[in-house]
């Protein structure tokens, strides 16, 4: 059974267009289905506004979906209470994309890495202070730091501060939601390679949300590719990147600039009217599925 499962979720948003006009609807998550095995690093990937944070938070119910099923360990999330959730999210966490953003600047950092342990009332005070000094010494800080502020710190620290305060309540479903799209290149290879090691040593699973399809090659076993709220390819990672199906996949892949600068890739230009977004995904080999 999949740790997760999604099941045709959607979520639609209605934008006034003044007093008089009539309202309209963005539908920012169309039908999405999928689902992600137990120690499975699964990718979502897409242009900004495809639908993949929306999604993202849908699942934890950070936004409420409009419809749809998601199902974690074979539980219904979306029937749940606001206390059964509440339970639910030590198992299901999220590291969001801005570091600069995610962080109370006036909270002291161990205050932050400690606060889901005081939510959920785990441990005395003492534990709790243990536990968040093993959390910095797990994603490579110094625990004697726990008493700065966020401001004290790099872009690429204070993104591991968020892991570690993901991970205080041994969750076994992460998601990352760009987490290291606003760091320097330099510091997004550090942060990825704590990621995979972590999910190693603690048997992870991760929803990696990302337009960095490089990396998304690197990191990822299978990869869906989203187009205006919906999924419109899904395939193994090596499949997708070595064989892709749909005109937006295609179009996508060839825009990833190439390492060699006497090398030149032919960019595949992406007619929007090659897309039907009403296709459904069928399967077109090897577990290879595609809105075609």
Same mark, same amino acid.
């Given at each position: 059974?999949?740790?997760?499962?999604?099941?045709?979720?959607?979520?639609?948003?209605?934008?006034?267009?003044?007093?008089?006009?009539?309202?309209?609807?963005?539908?920012?998550?169309?039908?999405?289905?999928? &689902?992600?095995?137990?120690?499975?690093?699964?990718?979502?990937?897409?242009?900004?506004?495809?639908?993949?944070?929306?999604?993202?938070?849908?699942?934890?119910?950070?936004?409420?979906?409009?419809?749809?099923?998601?199902?974690?360990?074979?539980?219904?999330?979306?029937?749940?209470?606001?206390?059964?959730?509440?339970? &639910?999210?030590?198992?299901? %966490?999220?590291?969001?994309?801005?570091?600069?953003?995610?962080?109370?600047?006036?909270?002291?950092?161990?205050?932050?890495?400690?606060?889901?342990?005081?939510?959920?009332?785990?441990?005395?005070?003492?534990?709790?202070?243990?536990?968040?000094?093993?959390?910095?010494?797990?994603?490579?800080?110094?625990?004697?730091?726990?008493?700065?502020?966020?401001?004290?710190?790099?872009?690429?620290?204070?993104?591991?501060?968020?892991?570690?305060?993901?991970?205080?309540?041994?969750?076994?479903?992460?998601?990352?939601?760009?987490?290291?799209?606003?760091?320097?290149?330099?510091?997004? &290879?550090?942060?990825?390679?704590?990621?995979?090691?972590? %999910?190693?040593?603690?048997?992870?699973?991760?929803?990696?949300?990302?337009?960095?399809?490089?990396?998304?090659?690197?990191?990822?076993?299978?990869?869906?590719?989203?187009?205006?709220?919906?999924?419109?390819?899904?395939?193994?990672?090596?499949?997708?990147? &070595?064989?892709?199906?749909?005109?937006?996949?295609?179009?996508?892949?060839?825009?990833?600039?190439?390492?060699?600068?006497?090398?030149?890739?032919?960019?595949?230009?992406?007619?929007?009217?090659?897309?039907?977004?009403?296709?459904?995904?069928?399967?077109?080999?090897?577990?290879?599925?595609?809105?075609?």
């Amino acid at each position: 059974m999949p740790l997760l499962e999604v099941s045709h979720l959607t979520k639609h948003f209605t934008r006034s267009k003044g007093w008089f006009a009539t309202p309209s609807i963005v539908k920012a998550v169309d039908d999405v289905s999928f &689902a992600i095995e137990k120690g499975e690093t699964f990718g979502l990937v897409g242009e900004s506004g495809s639908g993949k944070t929306t999604t993202g938070r849908c699942i934890l119910r950070l936004i409420e979906p409009s419809s749809g099923d998601v199902r974690f360990a074979g539980e219904d999330v979306l029937a749940f209470s606001p206390q059964r959730m509440r339970a &639910a999210r030590r198992d299901m %966490q999220i590291v969001f994309q801005d570091p600069y953003a995610s962080l109370n600047p006036r909270m002291r950092v161990g205050a932050i890495v400690e606060e889901p342990l005081v939510i959920h009332k785990v441990g005395t005070d003492a534990e709790r202070r243990m536990h968040v000094a093993d959390l910095f010494s797990l994603v490579g800080l110094d625990p004697s730091w726990v008493a700065r502020y966020p401001h004290e710190f790099s872009g690429g620290q204070r993104q591991r501060i968020g892991l570690a305060r993901a991970l205080a309540l041994n969750p076994s479903l992460v998601i990352a939601d760009e987490p290291v799209s606003a760091l320097d290149v330099s510091v997004q &290879a550090q942060v990825v390679n704590l990621l995979l090691e972590l %999910q190693e040593r603690l048997k992870l699973t991760y929803l990696f949300i990302a337009h960095d399809l490089r990396l998304v090659e690197h990191i990822c076993d299978r990869v869906a590719v989203m187009y205006r709220g919906r999924i419109v390819e899904l395939a193994a990672a090596r499949e997708l990147f &070595a064989s892709p199906r749909h005109p937006y996949t295609q179009a996508l892949l060839s825009a990833i600039p190439v390492v060699d600068p006497a090398a030149r890739r032919a960019r595949i230009p992406f007619d929007q009217t090659q897309a039907n977004l009403g296709a459904p995904l069928r399967d077109v080999g090897a577990g290879h599925y595609a809105a075609i």
